[in-house]
């Protein structure tokens, strides 16, 4: 079933009905052809999901009528956000993809000290509307409810201030030998939220390490291979969300 997030503002519960505008419209009479009365699902992108049917098909807008507001979770309640070094392009696109089908709640992007990436200030806006809007697809195309937000590019030191007491921050560290983040998790099974830093393709360097443990943050291995950025990013967010979230459930649940 075709799903599409609109703005909260043009979904109307007390009457029933909602209106798509924008680019989905010529999607959904061009793209889809279809018709009155068809089936779809209406997402707000904030947890409210709707099953509806089209009533009109417009050039600017469709309008449709709700039929049921839908109760299944498609999103887990731990608040997982993944910070994520600046790596190529397409990696990073990858990583936006991914980790948003797998369920994480935010995206924070930062520039590592061997992100070989630099983004100049005036194409970062650019660049993080367009993770953005990879951020909403793949929430689309995996039935979430809600669209992960992809923060504005920012740095470890930032990241590391402003999330001191708000649950865990694990450093994703590829020299820790001691601690491994399964055994974290398994000493945790309570926590409502987690912060995961993974370095770029060049890895953090020790001072970065050593900042982030002056911060608080726990240095974590995620294993004894050597895992490329955008795997490491997948793996950290399936253990997380497989030990603490959703992930490896049924859908009934
Ligand atoms: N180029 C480095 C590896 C960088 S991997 C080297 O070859 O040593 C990129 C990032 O993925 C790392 O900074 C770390 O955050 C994460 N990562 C990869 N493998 C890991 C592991 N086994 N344990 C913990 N973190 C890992």
Redesign the pocket.
């Known amino acids: 079933m075709n799903r599409f997030f609109i703005d909260s503002e043009d979904i109307n519960e007390e009457d029933g009905t909602a209106v798509i505008r924008g680019e989905p419209v010529k999607h959904i009479s061009r793209v889809l052809r279809m018709r009155i009365k068809d089936p779809l699902i209406i997402a707000d992108g904030q947890g409210n999901s709707y099953l509806c049917e089209i009533n009109e098909i417009g050039r600017e807008q469709v309008l449709a009528s709700i039929k049921e507001k839908l109760i299944k979770r498609k999103e887990t309640f731990l608040d997982l956000v993944l910070c994520q ?1 600046l790596t190529k392009g397409e990696k990073m696109d990858f990583i936006i993809q991914k980790s948003t089908e797998l369920g994480v709640k935010k995206i924070i992007p930062f520039t590592a000290e061997r992100s070989v990436v630099r983004i100049s200030v005036d194409k970062a806006r650019d660049r993080v509307n367009r993770w953005q809007k990879i951020a909403k697809g793949a929430a689309e195309q995996s039935h979430r409810d809600r669209i992960p937000e992809v923060g504005a590019i920012t740095s470890l030191e930032s990241i590391l201030m402003e999330n001191q007491d708000t649950g865990p921050v694990l450093f ?3 020299q ?1 030998e001691k601690r491994g983040l399964k055994e974290v998790l398994k000493e945790n099974p309570d926590i409502k939220k987690v912060l995961l ?8 360097t020790l001072q970065e390490a050593e900042l982030a443990l002056s911060q608080g943050a726990v240095s ?10 955008e795997t ?1 990013a997948a793996a950290a967010v399936t253990m997380v969300l497989y030990e603490l979230g959703d992930l490896g459930e049924a859908d009934g649940k």
């Open positions: 070094a994703l560290w590829e820790e830093l993974v370095g770029p393709e060049g890895g953090f974590v291995s995620l294993g004894p291979r050597i895992l490329r950025t490491a």
